[in-house]
């Protein structure tokens, strides 16, 4: 469905879009590595590794193991992501939507410009994304450059946490504003 913009033109966007303020870092990653990168979970490839092990007989040995399990899980993903620099992430004003995301930043970057975008997306419990978008659009605002990106490489399980993040956050707008 297609929305009809303040102008009277009509916005052809997929997807919705929110303004947020979320944990964001960004660099230029090389034209080369844009077919060899792919947005993630972070910390996705270490939780691969690990495989589950079967559910013991005995119910509360099941449940105090789970238990364990959680909290190693919690724990391991805590360092992954103070290992990945998450936890230094500045917290940033974007526009976000399933097919991509607009932020300022303070250097200028031209269309076509391959970005790594580092986010912390969530209102309960946040998870940690490598993004990746090509700039499709920057403007001047002074002081800062207004950079619109489109999501690239990106699987439909990050699109739908991206757009349910959004969804989240649009419902919490709607909460604020009847108080």
């Known amino acids: 469905m297609n929305d009809i913009c303040t102008d009277g033109t009509e916005d052809k966007r997929e997807y919705s879009r929110v303004d947020a303020h979320i944990p964001l870092e960004y660099k230029l990653i090389k034209p080369e590595q844009k077919d060899t990168v792919r947005s993630r979970l972070a910390g996705e490839s270490i939780l691969a590794e690990y495989k589950s092990l079967p559910n013991p007989d005995d119910q509360l040995m099941a449940q105090w193991l789970q238990s364990i ?3 190693l899980d919690e724990i391991i993903r805590m ?5 990945d620099g998450f936890n230094r992430l500045n917290i940033s004003k974007v526009n976000i939507s399933g097919g991509g995301m607009s932020f300022n930043s303070h250097e200028s ?3 076509g410009d391959i970005l790594e975008m580092k986010v912390m997306l969530g209102l309960q419990k946040p998870t940690a994304f490598f993004l990746y978008g090509e700039v499709v659009e920057v ?3 002074h002081p800062e450059y207004n950079t619109a990106t489109q999501f690239i490489n990106i699987d439909d399980f ?3 946490e991206i757009i349910r993040f959004v969804f989240e956050t649009e419902r919490e707008i709607l909460r604020e504003r009847r108080r």
């Not at 360092?79 to 290992?83: A, C, D, P, S, V």
């Open 79 to 83: 360092m992954t992501l103070h290992q």
């Open 158 to 160: 990050i699109r739908d």
């Open 69 to 71: 399990n959680s909290k």
């Open 109 to 111: 970057f031209s269309p």
């Open 139 to 141: 403007a001047k605002s």
